[in-house]
């Protein structure tokens, strides 16, 4: 009932900057939304989770002071902007979606998108 769709993913130089966009259809924001990251032989973890309106986040500690998500409801999209990135946010970076904001922040979600590469060189 959701797609979603990842962009922005590339190669960074440590202390740079990247932001991720995720394209969503199908009716998106009748559900929350949240970003994600999965590094190579780890498991996913969740990064940052946001509501309906945008008035309410939640982040990682590893993300907190560094990313900011956010959203357009009129563009249907949802966003990462990482700054000060490090080697350890390298990962594949994807979003979510859940009817219910709680489990986002669990790492769960009953939508996903493919996923985009982030690569922090140092």
């Known amino acids: 009932q959701v797609y979603l769709a990842e962009s922005g993913g590339g190669l960074v130089q440590a202390g740079g900057s990247l932001r991720l966009s995720c394209s969503a259809s199908g009716r998106p924001f009748n559900y929350f939304m949240g970003w994600f990251r999965q590094a190579p032989g780890k498991e996913r973890e969740f990064v940052a989770a946001i509501n309906s309106n945008g008035g309410i986040t939640q982040y990682a500690a590893s993300a907190k002071g560094r990313f900011t998500i956010s959203r357009d409801n009129v563009k249907n999209t949802m966003y990462l902007q990482m700054n000060s990135l490090k080697p350890e946010d390298t990962a594949v970076y994807y979003c979510?979606?859940?009817?219910?904001?709680?489990?986002?922040?669990?790492?769960?979600?009953?939508?996903w998108g493919q996923g985009t590469q982030v690569t922090v060189s140092s």
């Open positions: 979510g979606a859940h009817a219910l904001f709680g489990p986002l922040t669990r790492g769960r979600a009953d939508y």
